[in-house]
């Protein structure tokens, strides 16, 4: 273990989110004298502006929808009407008390929580509210910010941020981006009852996805009612006394009563310290991180958003606890980034383990590619409808699964368990011989039985 002295701590960590609060835990388990600083809240955006939060309001914004599929199973009476305020409230609730988690979680551990912002003064130095403390080792875990283009009137514009705290649902919204935050926040407040236009720039939202899975959303979300505009921007805001004026870039404008850019996020490096101490950033202001997590200045690691590289909470606690165990576990770990799963909690959800349609034939060149498209059994009795995909993608010379897409119900719970078997190098065959469970959507995975295409 290293000793303390000459250091105030032997790890100090700058942000208490989901990568700083793993590290710290997990160094001060070993032993560590752990600091760790936090200006905002605890938990960072996962717990307070992103993951949780969101989730919960797709829960909320799935009850109109269960509620007509329930009239299919003979439930009768009024649809339940929203009320805004508490479904807020009993989210900050839910907030609060994981806020209160994480600062117990790092308590209990024993680390020193100093509740302002950190700034970097030198490799082992960082200033907190005018006091500087010292440590051996620094970890960088700041995380990401959104990011808004300059066009005229974007102050105007609410982010993800602002959207878990608005006075009332808008009528009208638009949201801004093709990513996983514009998909989901389409859904989420066309859910609960808005009318919802998302406008992406390019031809079709979730650049990277594997094609038909995207094109399959793309319709679902159509088929609900979400005005889906690809190839089109938005050039101007203005504010208006009975709401937003967009211009869109064709010239054609459109009215709504919020505009939520969810045009990506960017590393929280501004104003760090970084330059100071010579801590090199690349040029979107990401942290440069070598395989264990270290900047060009040995004694100051980085983990999680503020790298830039696989933006995603359970990537972040992996990488923290890495940092924390070669620092003080004496034990090297790296983390594997192969076949991460991840899910978008659309409406209805996309999960996806592996590469793509498109990226698999690159890399494998011989593919067999397994599709299914199907009603799921909840919605045959009833007039409400969301249809299932599922494909699978394997490697012709060793019948290797190499690619897991599925959009549909409960394609996030569905995913996690065949993403271990394909970390496990399942083959087609082992697929083929597992029995289903049935009835269920999962099944579909194990009974595909000849390709779509070759
Ligand atoms: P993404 O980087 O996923 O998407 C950004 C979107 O905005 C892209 O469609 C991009 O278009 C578009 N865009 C970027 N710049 C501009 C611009 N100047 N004008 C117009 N459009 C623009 O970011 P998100 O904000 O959706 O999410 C941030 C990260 O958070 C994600 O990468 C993801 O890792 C993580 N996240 C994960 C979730 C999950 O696991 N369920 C949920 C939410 C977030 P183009 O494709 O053309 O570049």
Redesign the pocket.
């Known amino acids: 273990m290293n000793s303390p002295a000459p250091f105030d701590f032997d790890f100090f960590v700058i942000r208490a989110g989901s990568g700083g609060v793993r590290a710290a835990r997990m160094a001060a388990g070993f032993g560590a004298k752990v600091g760790i600083a936090e200006e905002r809240y605890f938990g960072g955006t996962c717990v307070n502006v992103?993951?949780i939060p969101?989730k919960l309001f797709v829960y909320g914004s799935r009850v109109p929808h269960d509620h007509r599929v329930a009239e299919g199973y003979g439930w009768q009476g009024p649809a339940p009407s929203l009320d805004w305020p508490t479904l807020i409230a009993n989210k900050n609730t839910e907030i609060s008390r994981l806020n209160g988690v994480y600062r117990r979680l790092l308590e209990g551990a024993g680390c020193t929580i100093l509740e302002d912002r950190a700034v970097l003064v030198d490799a082992h130095t960082v200033a907190v509210a005018g006091r500087h403390y010292t440590a051996r080792h620094l970890l960088v875990a700041t995380g990401?910010w959104?990011?808004v283009?300059d066009i005229p009137g974007k102050e105007h514009a609410i982010t993800?941020n602002e959207a878990f705290f608005l006075p009332e649902l808008p009528r009208r919204a638009v949201v801004?981006?093709?990513?996983?935050?514009?998909?989901?926040f389409a859904g989420i407040l066309q859910g609960l009852g808005a009318e919802v236009s998302q406008i992406?720039?390019?031809d079709l939202?979730?650049?990277?996805f594997d094609q038909e899975t995207r094109e399959f959303l793309a319709g679902q979300m159509r088929h609900k009612g979400v005005d889906l505009r690809f190839g089109q921007?938005i050039a101007r805001i203005e504010k208006r006394a009975d709401g937003l004026h967009l211009t869109l870039r064709d010239g054609s404008t459109l009215a709504c009563d919020v505009v939520l850019y969810?045009?990506?996020?960017r590393p929280n490096t501004a104003d760090l310290g970084l330059e100071q101490c010579g801590v090199q950033c690349d040029k979107t202001g990401a942290i440069v991180v070598d395989d264990t997590y270290r900047t060009n200045v040995p004694s100051i690691f980085a983990v999680g958003?503020v790298t830039n590289r696989?933006?995603?909470?359970p990537v972040a606690l992996a990488e923290g606890m890495a940092v924390a165990r070669r620092l003080f576990g004496g034990k090297e770990t790296q983390v594997d980034y192969d076949y991460i799963p991840?899910?978008?909690?659309s409406q209805p959800p996309v999960g996806t383990v592996g590469y793509s349609e498109e990226e698999a034939r690159e890399r494998f060149g011989a593919i067999k590619v397994f599709t299914s498209t199907f009603t799921p059994l909840r919605y045959t009795v009833s007039a409400e409808k969301e249809r299932s995909f599922m494909k699978m993608i394997v490697s012709a010379s060793d019948d290797r699964v190499v690619g897991m897409h599925m959009c549909g119900e409960e394609a996030g719970e569905i995913m996690q368990g065949f993403a271990v078997a394909m970390r496990a190098g399942a083959t087609k065959q082992q697929f083929d011989t597992t029995i289903g469970i049935h009835p269920s959507a999962a099944e579909e995975f194990v009974t595909m039985r000849e390709p779509t295409r070759t």
């Open positions: 992103g993951c969101k990401g959104p990011f283009p993800s801004v981006g093709g990513g996983y935050i514009a998909v989901e992406y720039r390019g939202f979730l650049r990277g921007d969810a045009t990506g996020r958003d696989v933006n995603l909470t991840t899910a978008i909690f």
